[in-house]
T-cell receptor, first 117, second 114 residues
Framework: GAVVSQHPSWVICKSGTSVKIECRSL??????MFWYRQFPKQSLMLMAT?????????EQGVEKDKFLINHASLTLSTLTVTSAHPEDSSFYIC?????????????FGPGTRLTVT | AQSVTQLGSHVSVSEGALVLLRCNYS??????LFWYVQYPNQGLQLLLK??????LVKGINGFEAEFKKSETSFHLTKPSAHMSDAAEYFC????????????FGTGTRLQVTL
């Protein structure tokens, strides 16, 4: 089956620094990738949708200057958390979509746990 | 916009017992519905999906779900729970349109006891 990887799987950074999270579709090309944020014991909240070669579309309430998304190729999207603060600590999950067998298939990465100290 | 509601944030069953996780949807158009499972500190894995074909959908790990339009439901079931089924389960609906996006329910944590 299709595999989506994320790197790193966990990261600890100091307040004020920036952190980059990579999301890769390993064996397929994804024109659309999604970034989610998940707080403990809660559901996934969509942050943004990115299409290869174009600017990401952010959900309402998500600061685009703080959460920079780049979708440079059909297999790679990155999320950069700029000037991180403790409230940015969360579990970040990416997802890649491909259209096949008459419907969309969306595959999720294993997530990245960010802790800002 | 389409949405899903999961009834019961926590369900506990004995090993070997029936698993029933409830999901109701709201949609003005025929929905695409999904069930995902999430193990601790991991991403989501697709269990099954409904895309307007057969109303009874069989998924992985012995799970299945039945789409019932009259009840606007898409409940997830498994005849016999296993300890390894303990996880968080999310129902989701695909919001169709120019910006097709998955909308997730709040999740149900399944606990399996001996």
């Amino acid at each position: 089956g299709a595999v989506v990887s994320q790197h790193p799987s966990w990261v600890i950074c100091k307040s004020g620094t920036s952190v980059k999270i990579e999301c890769r579709s390993l064996d397929f090309q994804a024109t659309t990738m999604f970034w989610y944020r998940q707080f403990p014991k809660q559901s996934l909240m969509l942050m943004a949708t990115s299409n290869e070669g174009s600017k990401a579309t952010y959900e309402q309430g998500v600061e685009k200057d703080k959460f920079l998304i780049n979708h440079a190729s059909l297999t790679l999207s990155t999320l950069t958390v700029t000037s991180a603060h403790p409230e940015d600590s969360s579990f970040y999950i990416c997802s890649a979509r491909v259209y096949g067998q008459g419907s969309y298939e969306q595959y999720f990465g294993p997530g990245t746990r960010l802790t800002v100290t | 916009a389409q949405s899903v509601t999961q009834l019961g944030s926590h369900v506990s069953v004995s090993e070997g017992a029936l698993v029933l996780l409830r999901c109701n949807y709201s949609s003005s158009v025929p929905p695409y519905l999904f069930w995902y499972v999430q193990y601790p500190n991991q991403g989501l894995q697709l269990l099954l999906k409904y895309t307007s074909a057969a109303t009874l959908v069989k998924g992985i790990n012995g799970f299945e779900a039945e789409f019932k339009k009259s009840e606007t439901s898409f409940h997830l079931t498994k005849p016999s729970a296993h300890m390894s089924d303990a996880a968080e389960y999310f129902c989701a609906v695909l919001n169709t349109g120019t910006a097709s996006k998955l909308t997730f329910g709040t999740g149900t944590r399944l606990q399996v006891t001996l």
